[in-house]
Nanobody, 125 residues
Framework: QVQLVESGGGLVQAGGSLRLSCAAS????????MGWFRQAPGKEREFVAG????????YYGDSVKGRFTISRYNAKNTVILQMNSLKPEDTAVYYC??????????????????WGKGTLVTVSS
């Protein structure tokens, strides 16, 4: 059974940093594209960052480019989202997701087969 468990969310002031972790189990981690998505209250879920399983190519949503960094550690079955220079508009539930294979485009929610339960990030002004 595949499980994705996010951690690291919390309350932070604007301009601060948080580091989200996603621990994966039940799958061959290196064979899956991984992504982070978020959903703010009253808004649709949106792509934040992703990394392909094969090429290691990384992708970022326009609103987080230059502030967020995604890293994956295949030996530890873990993907990290380092978030710097946080803004109140970054407030959302952040979800970790795994695609069905290593070459999927992580920007597409439709290719994500597995989802974590999410971790709440609140950025105060």
């Amino acid at each position: 059974q595949v499980q994705l468990v996010e951690s690291g969310g919390g309350l932070v002031q604007a301009g601060g940093s948080l580091r989200l972790s996603c621990a994966a189990s039940g799958l061959t981690f290196s064979s899956h594209t991984m992504g982070w998505f978020r959903q703010a209250p009253g808004k649709e879920r949106e792509f934040v960052a992703g990394r392909r399983g094969t090429s290691g190519s990384t992708y970022y949503g326009d609103s987080v480019k230059g502030r967020f960094t995604i890293s994956r550690y295949n030996a530890k079955n873990t993907v990290i989202l380092q978030m710097n220079s946080l803004k109140p508009e970054d407030t959302a539930v952040y979800y970790c997701a795994a695609a069905g294979g290593p070459t999927n485009d992580p920007r597409a929610q439709a290719v994500m087969n597995y989802w974590g339960k999410g971790t709440l990030v609140t950025v105060s002004s």
